[in-house]
């Protein structure tokens, strides 16, 4: 079979499947692959930002809606795409949702969508686009985060998820080596997206995560981490670090959460615990929870899947 990184920089052919590809990292490397040649599949819920995004590349590009913990969704995209394009050489499971708030307060809901998304949600998309990929030798990048190092207080589910995504991916790459499949995870620290921006508004978090100190709190911009990701998945890179300190942060993982639970202190975290039961009292424990366009399209669509749940005749 052929291998769609043979000339390096050159996707022409290339099938790429990107989930969470509305805005942000989905969306800027969707339009980076696209002028590399590449044919790019835009996977997600906000199909109208999506489509926006597909017009701006051209015909080499096709949105589709589907939500990643939705297996009949993901197979219907995938179907697609294999039938449109003849197979799929990358996949990069992007889609990730986040919210701002403490275990012991935060909407449940919320909160365990968080882990379907961030966590099902790769999964099931590599579980289904994966026999389409080891057809083409291919290359399966999961978007992790710097969370998964540093497991910062009001971000418990998020750290959890991003920090399985890993695992999950160690081994996943032990699995398809014989296979000639190539799988990275991708662990960018914060970078100026949606998701980002909204957590830096939340009337709580947002000062709490401005007292992180130095790098650990610091945000780059959107371009650098494109470029880094885009050289990653270019050369099929077991690990991408956004930037590349975070590496560093792996070697000393071990040595982390006491420093972090002693920094809570700096972040004055218990001031932030009564803020956001105030914060749920006056807005409500769902709105409070939520962080970016992502967190709440998705958290619609299960309260959809709910009400459907619901009227159905016998429940």
Not at 273 to 298: N, S
Request: positive net charge; aromatic residues 6%; contains cysteine.
């Amino acid at each position: 079979m052929r291998n769609p990184f043979k000339r390096k920089g050159n996707l022409d052919g290339t099938v790429v499947f990107i989930t969470g590809a509305a805005r942000g990292i989905g969306a800027g490397l969707a339009e980076r692959f696209a002028r590399r040649g590449a044919k790019v599949a835009l996977v997600g819920l906000e199909i109208e930002e999506q489509d926006t995004v597909a017009e701006r590349i051209g015909p080499n590009a096709v949105s589709l809606e589907a939500d990643v913990t939705s297996w009949e969704e993901l197979e219907a995209a995938t179907t697609v795409v294999v039938e449109k394009w003849g197979g799929i050489d990358i996949v990069i499971a992007n889609a990730g949702i986040a919210t701002t708030g403490f275990a012991r307060s935060v909407d449940p809901v919320a909160y365990e969508k968080v882990f379907e998304v961030d966590l099902l949600g790769v999964w099931r998309t590599f579980r289904v686009t994966m026999p389409h990929v080891i057809e083409r030798k291919g290359y399966l990048l999961a978007i992790s985060s710097l969370a998964a190092i540093t497991h910062a207080p009001g971000l418990a589910n998020y750290c959890a998820a991003k920090a399985a995504v890993e695992a999950f991916c160690n081994s996943l790459r032990a699995e398809l080596r014989h296979l000639n499949v190539k799988v990275g995870v991708a662990h960018p620290s914060w970078i100026r997206t949606d998701l980002v921006e909204s957590a830096d508004k939340h009337p709580v978090f947002g000062k709490l995560r401005a007292g992180m100190p130095g790098l650990f709190g610091k945000t780059y911009p959107l371009g650098f981490a494109l470029d880094k990701l885009e050289e990653g998945v270019l050369r099929r890179s077991r690990t991408i670090h956004v930037p590349r300190w975070v590496g560093g942060a792996k070697l000393i993982r071990a040595f982390l959460p006491p420093f972090i639970e002693v920094g809570s202190r700096m972040m004055h975290v218990a001031e932030a615990d009564a803020e956001a039961i105030e914060d749920i009292r006056r807005r409500g424990a769902r709105e409070a929870a939520m962080t970016g366009h992502g967190g709440k399209a998705a958290t619609e669509r299960a309260k959809q899947q709910r009400a459907k749940q619901l009227d159905a005749p016998g429940t």
